[in-house]
């Protein structure tokens, strides 16, 4: 089992800047592909970016150049740094951890943080 935690969510000015973090406990191997995903009220659930053991990330077109993906993998942990926010990033933000072992599947994810961006 993994649990995340979240957290660095909170109100911003359009044009500024946060750093979320989550923070996985239990084992986090090296085949997880942990990410950020997104939910904005009345929407569906969008990924924002994910990044694997090795680095490799992959973006939403609509934060690539100005969000960031990174991860310590030895602190289990996975960073999301957001630079120049806009008003429709506000949203949930979710930690999610994707585990592929043989045919099987599992998705964890984290309780959310949400972020506001407004003047």
């Known amino acids: 089992q993994v649990q995340l935690v979240e957290s660095g969510g909170g109100l911003v000015q359009p044009g500024g800047s946060l750093r979320l973090s989550c923070v996985a406990s239990?084992?986090?191997?090296?085949?997880?592909?942990m990410g950020w995903y997104r939910q904005a009220p009345g929407k569906q659930r969008e990924l924002v970016a994910t990044?694997?053991?090795?680095?490799?990330?992959n973006y939403a077109d609509s934060v690539k150049g100005r969000f960031t993906i990174s991860r310590d993998n030895a602190k289990n942990t996975v960073y999301l740094q957001m630079n120049s926010l806009k008003p429709e990033d506000t949203a949930v933000y979710y930690c999610?951890?994707?585990?592929?072992?043989?045919?099987?599947?599992?998705?964890?994810w984290g309780q959310g943080t949400q972020v506001t961006v407004s003047s």
């Open positions: 990044i694997t053991s090795g680095t490799t990330t």
């Open positions: 999610s951890v994707k585990r592929r072992i043989l045919l099987t599947t599992s998705d964890y």
């Open positions: 239990g084992s986090i191997f090296s085949g997880d592909v």
